[in-house]
């Protein structure tokens, strides 16, 4: 990547010109961690992203229009964010690592549209950070905690339109699952449910520093207005999928009596739904979890 063309001009409104050199780069990113005297928190899941072409697909795959609003998870030093930015965006962004406030205040001063939130994700009050309105999740995600952030993005019914990832290549894999596959579980299922995944960029371990021991991707995530499957009870389809991929050898007889029922009315609760008893979870579509779901006793 040409570091030397890495400068990006910004006309403010009052039309002083700011200058911004672009983070995305190796030598950029070096600059940015002497400066500071840091180094990528292996516990914090810290990979920086090198890759201008990789920030600029991620934001291509968000779709980000002037004033979108976005929530990234983990800034870092602000390589995407200065990506979300340039593209218009207005970006609230909830970092953990106490070092990096003062590293983000110098690369993206400046940029009028950009809200730092110190603190954990999994912690934060995000409806109360987002306000209202509707908006989209943009992250290259700490990988040690990639699925509780997926699952409370979705669970928790936030008005988000889309997600925008890098994962693991692995949990990206997971997410995508077809029933009957070794890797379909619980989070295939969820995924599926709340969301229409698609991977959309292969990304190598040289797009970061440190370089990540696995293989990346980004995936896209279009959030569904319906789910694609219509139950009586939430909370009860996914106690069967949990149920149901907790006992992974277990078939669906054995593993529905985890769930309190007996043996005698889990059988019967199979049957009434049209599903063998001795199928196993892994090979349900969501439809067949749904019909489970719905003949459940209340
Ligand atoms: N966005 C930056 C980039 O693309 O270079 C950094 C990505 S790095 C993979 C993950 C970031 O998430 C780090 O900045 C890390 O400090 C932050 N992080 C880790 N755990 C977090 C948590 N629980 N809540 C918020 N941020 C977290």
Redesign the pocket.
Known sequence: MAENADMAVREAADSTVHVHPIIAGRQATKRILDKFHLRA?KK??????IDKSVVDGIVRAAGIVPGDRVLE?????G??TQGLLEAGADVTA????KK?PAVLSETLAGYEHFHLVEG???KTDIRAIMGDGTFKVA????YY?TTPILLTLLEEKLPISRIVTMVQKEVAERMTAAPGSRIYGALSVAVQYYTEPEVMIDVPPASFIPPPEVDSVVIRCDVREEPPVSVKDEKTFFRVVKAAFGQRRKTLHNALCSVGLTKDLSKEVLLRAGIDPRRRGETLSLEEFALIADNMPS
């Open positions: 928190a914090l899941g810290q990979n920086f992203l998870i983990g800034p870092g030093i390589t995407l909830v970092e953990l690592d990096l954990d994700i999994l992250a290259n995600l700490p905690i």
